[in-house]
């Protein structure tokens, strides 16, 4: 995975960019109707119910736009909330407020959407080794968002993007000519490079599996659209060679089942492509 210096710079980036975004020269109806020296105060209140996330982001783009505003936090990333809950108060110059308004709203609901999906998946894990896990879908330019939010969430992150870790998929096998070629090829390469990365294969039967066990030093098995049967075969086959992960349209009413197979992760698209932003909104006091 990324480092956490990197992972912060993807944060500024966002953040630059959502104010390019939305300020552009000016916010001119704040500008126009607000006086330069006017205080204010809101408040972050919750109108649905599940698991808030980005409160810790909510802070850094207030301080971005004012390093004068103060937020005062009542509710904390990964907690639960409900209808008519305040999460924080937000206090400075009103121009402010204004300014960091929708890009705080924007990002917090969307955040909370993914903690509150992944919390939900990570629950129906509960008693087995399984964890959950994203991928790379993910909305283009705010991925180090989704994926905090999926941390926040209680899910674990895969690989962040191409360059920190190998996975190598059903089209990069094909290509190279078959497992063995396009394992062999990546130790080379890495070594050539001297990039210690880990690499992931991905089977697409249980033939396949034994030629990745083959070739040494994988460090995780993804067993990709497997019926339960078969996952259950994947894994004893594996045993404690390599780490084993499940995936391909696995949904809420069958991820129990693939965990219960005894596999180590399960990955989910769904928890970043599939959600609806829990309403929020930001209401002066």
């Not at 955040?111 to 909305?139: Q, Y």
């Not at 993804?222 to 404690?240: H, M, P, S, W």
Request: hydrophobic residues 40%; aromatic residues 6%.
């Amino acid at each position: 995975m990324i480092s956490e210096e990197q992972f912060n710079k993807e944060l500024a980036i966002i953040i630059a960019n959502a104010l390019r975004e939305d300020i552009g020269d000016g916010d001119h109806t704040s500008l126009s109707c607000i006086p330069a020296d006017a205080q204010g105060k809101a408040k972050l209140l919750v109108k649905d119910e599940g698991i808030i996330a980005g409160v810790d982001f909510a802070k850094m783009v207030f301080n971005a736009v004012d390093e004068d505003l103060k937020v005062e936090t009542l509710i904390n990333d990964g907690e639960k909330v409900k209808y008519g809950d305040i999460v924080f108060y937000v206090s400075g110059k009103s121009q402010s407020i204004l300014q960091a308004e929708r890009i705080v709203l924007n990002s917090m609901q969307r955040m909370s959407a993914i903690a509150t999906k992944t919390r939900f998946f990570a629950d129906l894990l509960k008693g087995t080794k399984t964890k959950v896990l994203d991928t790379r879908k993910t909305t283009p330019g705010i991925r180090a968002l989704e994926k905090w939010a999926v941390k926040i969430g209680g899910g674990e992150n895969h690989r962040f993007a191409l360059y920190d870790m190998v996975m190598i998929k059903d089209n990069h096998i094909d290509f190279a000519g078959g497992i063995t070629q396009a394992i062999t090829k990546t130790k080379k390469y890495l070594a050539d490079k001297n990039l210690d990365i880990k690499i992931i294969v991905e089977a697409r039967s249980l033939e396949e599996i034994k030629e990745i066990l083959e070739n040494k030093g994988v460090y995780r098995i993804l067993i990709d659209n497997f019926n339960y049967e078969d996952t259950r075969k994947a894994v004893k086959l594996i045993g404690n060679q390599c780490l084993t992960e499940s995936s391909g349209g696995i949904t809420d009413k069958t991820i129990r089942k693939y965990a219960d197979c005894g596999v180590d992760f399960i990955s989910s698209g769904a928890l970043t492509h599939s959600v609806y932003n829990l309403d929020l909104s930001l209401k002066a006091v």
